[in-house]
């Protein structure tokens, strides 16, 4: 087939989505990516300083890292304008839903039937497809800017390249097996970014504990998908989602475990899958993961936190749902099992996540619980049946929280910016000094063979530092920060955009749109006397709230008020190429990060509903025919509680930041208010409830000792033993042998040709050398010859008468 | 007539002769001159014979002519090796020429 047939034939056009990126990766890894490896001490090397002795570092060349800028932002606009195109034929098709553009090809053959691989367009797919590649190229084109001067530009690109494919090979993948691909590729890339600066001991230890974490719930996962392709014989989404009597089959038949408690397989399954996601979307208990990947450059966390990674596991489940919600009706009140499991986890970790957030003081952090907060709302959201709110929220959420990431990547950018600037002007300007930060300290810190000082141009920096070697500046944290709305005017409006949206400001911003429908469904729910929902419902109020004064705590304390350090009154951007590149895709985003929400106001909502849903919620019409028709709920009626508690939550909780970090905000020094207003709850707070300690004591402790007892009585004691016994038998053995041959088979060998070159030496005198007495013995001979001839012939007795 | 044992005897005289001469003799010609006498014994037993048993054919005669030939020969190659010899080793003592041995 050719390229031209792919193209034109909107059925197979969904193969070429993943490629560009895909391809990209490619080339990159195996022609592009040119590093040579030198020693970290060289001053060619403007990285990290490794943790490690005696480590070498690849460096890339100029040439090799503009190539492999270029082949990867070619990928992705590639994926980019293909999904459009595919966007843009899905919206034509009439009744998208009931008719799919669909393409599969046999790959495995199993017996008599054969396993299909294939793509899928559906409504469901089509706003992914509107998502992901748009938030995936904003991410591409903000790294060319902030991964500018790291010595592994090249490597970056390819991995977020293969990350970027892993995704939307998951997003068009039409059976959970293809999924279940590219959400382990997207394992392995994460993976490899988080620990990306893996020369930082706390960088690479973040990589494996979220690999080793999502490698928990994968492996759950793939049970569930076992059992599923055991009970219906198929993968495919549409035979199994869109198909009423499998389903039907599904939620009859008991399960394998738990089967006569009335445990479905379609629970059993639904539960399983579920916990894939908690792993993989960083719900409680599994959540400790994430936090701790912000360790991996900023453009990798907002790749993960909102295109790709999280939002693929709550992908599977909206994908999933029509299994989960078989045999009940959240609608009517019946709730099963795994929708149970989906609304109190969801719940729970929003509520959860949002707590811990407010005591962050980590920029970042604050960002990374927000989003296990949010991701909670989505699984709540979905337990309650509210499906099209879940698949809403996530869109919006991929907006505003990759804006919110890349912006707080500047954030820190500037920070250190302002840091480098602070180095090399130590003696002039010291009237910001504080007690831990006296400029005195700072030759001694540039002298230590860090990175920064090996450069000369302002502008020439690395995009973060690590923080050991004596040196205790931290430009992520927040109470470092300050008055940077002056210095950096972009990244403070864009972040407030961004902020706003996830606070969930009323009627302007995205968030606001998406999180009153979870609500407003909640809502409907309660008022029928649900419990789930009610719980949901509270909970949510509750975090949401608190979102709203975590993002406004976030903002004040970077941008208001006078800076708190020197470093953050120099922070900014600095000019060019780098400072454009990263502030185009903020104010790209920022833009979606509002009007993304208006494609989904309820039609009821007074003057923007009659704006933006004159006829029906556009949104809610287009995704509901992902579902089978008996599944199609109606969307709630409209109802002022619910909007009134969005409003009271986002604004109170907004207000409430205000009053305390916007209006009068932090000066130098100043403790933050909130530790001594929570008293002794903060510390519990800001330790994330000592979830990490408990892990550490439950999982990891027995887990080591275990591992210890392993080695050393298993391993060494018991197999080593059990095969040095082997070896010295073995070996005596073989001694035994060895006396045996040298003795016996030499001492035989050996003296045959002995004795022959005794006889030899003994022999060889009858060889004198004289002639006469060979002469005399050949006469001697001849005669005893005819003597002996004579005597045989008879002659000497006829001759003796 | 004069017997025909009374030849072999004297045959046989000259070869023990010529015999004794090979093995004794130290000096090489000497030695080689044995050789003559052994040859020339066997030729008196040839024509002996020849001339009692088979004086039709001519047989024995010719015998004896190809040996006084191959004598000839063989004195002449004899001597010059001996010469040889006694050019490289100036010795004709036939025990001194025995590196041919172990």
Not at chain 1, 702 to 723: C, M, N, Q, W, Y
């Amino acid at each position: 087939m050719s390229l031209n047939e792919f193209l034109s034939n909107p059925n197979l056009l969904p193969w070429l989505v993943p490629v560009g990126p895909l391809l990209a990766f490619f080339i990159i890894m195996l022609l592009t990516n040119r590093a040579r490896l030198i020693p970290a001490t060289s001053p060619e090397y403007g990285g990290h300083h490794p943790d490690y002795e005696g480590m070498l570092v690849p460096v890339v060349s100029e040439g090799s890292r503009l190539v492999s800028v270029l082949v990867g932002l070619l990928g992705i606009l590639t994926a980019w304008l293909i999904s459009l195109r595919v966007v843009g034929d899905a919206f034509s098709v009439a009744h998208l839903g009931a008719t799919v553009r669909n393409s599969t090809i046999p790959w495995l053959a199993t017996g008599s039937t054969s396993f299909n691989m294939g793509v899928l367009v559906d409504p469901l797919t089509t706003i992914m497809l509107v998502m992901v590649p748009l938030a995936c190229t904003m991410i591409f084109i903000y790294s060319i800017g902030y991964m500018a001067h790291d010595p592994r530009q090249s490597r970056f690109f390819a991995l977020i390249s293969l990350f970027a494919g892993a995704m939307l090979t998951l997003v068009v993948a039409d059976n959970l097996l293809l999924l279940f691909v590219g959400w382990e590729v997207m394992g392995l890339c994460s993976y490899l970014l988080i620990g990306f600066w893996y020369e930082k001991e706390s960088a690479y230890k973040a990589a494996i504990k979220a690999f080793t974490t999502t490698r928990v719930a994968d492996v759950i996962m793939l049970l569930g998908i076992a059992y599923l392709y055991a009970e219906t014989g198929t993968l495919s989404f549409r035979d199994i989602l869109y198909n009423e009597e499998v389903l039907q089959h599904l939620a009859t038949t008991p399960a394998l475990l738990l089967g006569g408690a009335g445990l479905t397989a379609a629970g059993l399954i639904g539960i399983f899958l579920i916990i894939g996601t908690i792993g993989k979307s960083a719900q409680f208990p599994l959540h400790v993961w994430l936090p701790d990947a912000m360790e991996g450059p900023t453009p990798v966390s907002a790749m993960i936190h909102a295109a790709a990674m999280v939002s693929a596991g709550i992908y599977a489940v909206i994908r999933m749902y029509p299994l989960f919600e078989a045999g009940g009706s959240p609608h009517a009140g019946l709730f099963t099992s795994p929708l149970l499991l989906l609304s109190i986890v969801g719940a729970f970790t929003a509520i959860f996540a949002a707590t811990i957030a407010v005591a962050q003081n980590d920029v970042k952090r604050v960002l990374a619980y927000s989003t296990i907060s949010q991701l909670g709302f989505m699984m709540a959201a979905l337990g309650i049946g509210a499906y099209i709110a879940a698949a809403f929220h996530l869109i919006t959420h991929a907006f505003f929280k990759a804006l919110l990431f890349m912006a707080s990547g500047s954030v820190i950018h500037g920070m250190e910016h302002g840091e480098h600037h602070v180095h090399e002007h130590a003696h002039d300007d010291d009237q910001y000094a504080l007690p831990g930060h006296a400029p005195m300290t700072l030759p001694a810190h540039s002298a230590d063979g860090h990175g920064h000082d090996s450069h000369t141009d302002t502008a020439d920096h690395v995009p973060e530092p690590h923080t050991e070697h004596g040196h205790h500046f931290d430009p992520q944290d927040m109470l470092n920060m300050g008055g940077l709305r002056k210095t950096m005017p972009v990244t403070f409006i864009t972040f407030l955009v961004g902020g706003l949206s996830l606070a969930g400001f009323p009627l302007l911003t995205a968030g606001f749109w998406s999180k009153d429908e979870i609500l407003a469904d909640a809502y409907y729910g309660l008022s029928h006397g649900f419990g789930p929902h009610a719980l949901v419902f509270v909970l949510l109020a509750l975090a949401a709230f608190l979102t709203a004064f975590y993002t406004m705590r976030q903002l004040g304390l970077t941008f208001m008020g006078e800076p708190r350090t020197p470093e953050a009154a120099h922070a900014d951007l600095g000019q060019g190429l780098v400072s454009f590149t990263m502030t185009l895709p903020l104010v790209i985003l920022a833009f979606f990060a509002i009007v993304a929400g208006f494609v989904g106001v309820p039609p009821e909502f007074p003057l923007f509903g009659a704006i933006f849903s004159p006829e029906h919620n556009p949104f809610h019409h287009f995704v509901i025919y992902t579902l089978l028709p008996e599944m199609q709920a109606e969307a709630p009626p409209f109802n002022w509680f619910p909007v009134l508690t969005s409003f009271v939550v986002a604004l109170g909780g907004l207000g409430l930041g205000y009053l305390v970090y916007w209006r009068k905000p932090l000066v130098a020094g100043e403790p933050d208010p909130l530790v001594a207003f929570l008293g002794p709850l903060h510390p519990v707070l800001k330790n994330k409830y000592y979830v990490d300690e408990l892990y550490a004591r439950v999982f990891i402790a027995p887990s080591k000792a275990f591992a210890r007892v392993a080695s050393e009585v298993i391993d060494r004691g018991l197999i080593d033993g059990t095969l040095h016994l082997i070896a010295r038998v073995a070996t005596w053995i073989g001694d035994l042998f060895k006396v045996l041959n040298v003795w016996l088979i030499d001492g035989v060998g050996d003296s045959i040709p002995e004795l022959v070159a005794l006889f030899g030496a003994w022999f060889r005198r009858i060889q004198t050398g004289r002639i006469q007495q060979y002469l005399l013995l050949v006469a001697l001979a001849a005669i005893l010859i005819a003597l002996i001839f004579a005597a045989s012939s008879g002659m000497l007795v006829q001759a003796a008468p | 007539m004069v017997p025909l044992w009374a030849y072999l005897l004297v045959a046989a005289a000259l070869f023990c002769l010529g015999m004794y001469g090979v093995l004794s003799r130290r000096n090489a010609v000497a030695v080689l001159m044995g050789i003559e006498l052994m040859l020339n014994a066997v030729n008196i037993n040839l024509v002996a014979f020849w001339r009692y048993l088979e004086a039709q054919t001519m047989n024995g005669q010719a015998f004896v002519a190809f040996i006084f030939v191959v004598a000839a020969a063989e004195a002449a190659v004899g001597l010059a090796i001996v010469i040889s010899i006694y050019r490289n080793r100036r010795s004709v003592v036939i025990e001194d020429v025995d590196i041919m041995k172990w």
